[in-house]
């Protein structure tokens, strides 16, 4: 049973950083693509960054190009986002997803698994 559990939201001012953590059991992280994607209610989950194996390479959102990071440790099994120069735009329900199955990188559906999300909130 694979579980996708994140980590590390929480409130922070504009211009601040957090590193958000998702960490898997019952799926090795370096075998397919990860990625975060964040929803506000209302909206429609948009992506955030990937890092994936098959392409030796990360990808972000114009949104946040510049100022996130992803990574991953594929000792501990987990992928990491630093996000750094915070806005309150960034505010949102931050998702982990695992094994994308095919395709662009941005597209929810295409993920097989996903975590419970962890809120971040940006005041100014």
């Known amino acids: 049973q694979v579980q996708l559990v994140e980590s590390g939201g929480g409130s922070v001012q504009a211009g601040g950083s957090l590193t958000l953590s998702c960490a898997a059991s019952?799926?090795?992280?370096?075998?397919?693509?990860m990625a975060w994607f964040r929803q506000v209610p209302g909206n429609e989950r948009e992506e955030v960054a990937a890092?994936?194996?098959?392409?030796?390479?990360?990808y972000y959102s114009d949104s946040v190009k510049g100022r996130f990071t992803i990574s991953r440790d594929n000792a501990k099994n987990t992928v990491y986002l630093h996000m750094s120069s915070l806005k309150p735009e960034d505010t949102a329900m931050y998702y982990c997803?695992?094994?994308?199955?095919?395709?662009?990188?941005?597209?929810?559906?295409?993920?097989?698994?996903w975590g419970q999300g962890t809120q971040v909130t940006v005041s100014s």
């Open positions: 997803a695992a094994d994308l199955r095919w395709g662009a990188w941005y597209v929810p559906s295409r993920y097989n698994y």
């Open positions: 019952g799926y090795t992280i370096s075998s397919n693509c």
């Open positions: 890092i994936c194996t098959t392409a030796a390479r990360e």
